[in-house]
């Protein structure tokens, strides 16, 4: 099935270092989510995109919309040891109900 | 204020075997889905249901079937458990297509197929 590519897979990073993620489609998406996944638990939504171009923040978290509407873009500004855990993305095409899932990326902070 | 759960948070079968993945939201959504989680796989789209009394399959739909009881709740049944089975099933509610109608997640069922 259709999956985005999402990279980098993992990433250890030094606490206090900005962190960048990206995720690229075949296929124009009208919506573009990020998630956060902490170990035994669910994805949590950190962000929403919804127009190619858009950059929306949440705190330390900062995401763009791509202007081809192929492919989002996730910052992490300042990282902390409770920014562990799974990251991805999400897409959604017009017309549809249903929401692609990239294959995530696992992030480490060293304090 | 609940949102998204799911029941049971473990479970495991022996091949052959069958058994019913509960799902309820009070979010008042329109939308519900399923999802498979694996290792290195992402999180993959077994079934979903964009309004009270239909059903469509996802991408993995085989060996699986839905009910969509009422607005609140939507089961995932396995009629005879295999291995390949085995994986984290998350549900998910949306207010149902269009803007602004992002996915919340409940916190997964575990199961293990022996």
Redesign the interface.
Known sequence: GQQLNQSPQSMFIQEGEDVSMNCTSSSIFNTWLWYKQDPGEGPVLLIALYKAGELTSNGRLTAQFGITRKDSFLNISASIPSDVGIYFCAGQTSGTYKYIFGTGTRLKVLA | NAG?TQTPKFQVLKTGQSMTLQCAQDMNHN?M?W?RQDP??????IY?S?SEGTT?K???PNGYNVSRLNKREFSLRLESAAPSQTSVY?C?S?L??G??????????TRLTVT
Do not use: T
Request: hydrophobic residues 30%; negative net charge.
């Open positions: 998204v939308s889905y999802y290195g796989m992402g999180l993959r789209l979903y964009a469509d996802g991408e993995v998350f998910a949306s149902g297509g803007y602004n109608s992002p996915l919340h997640f409940g916190n997964g």
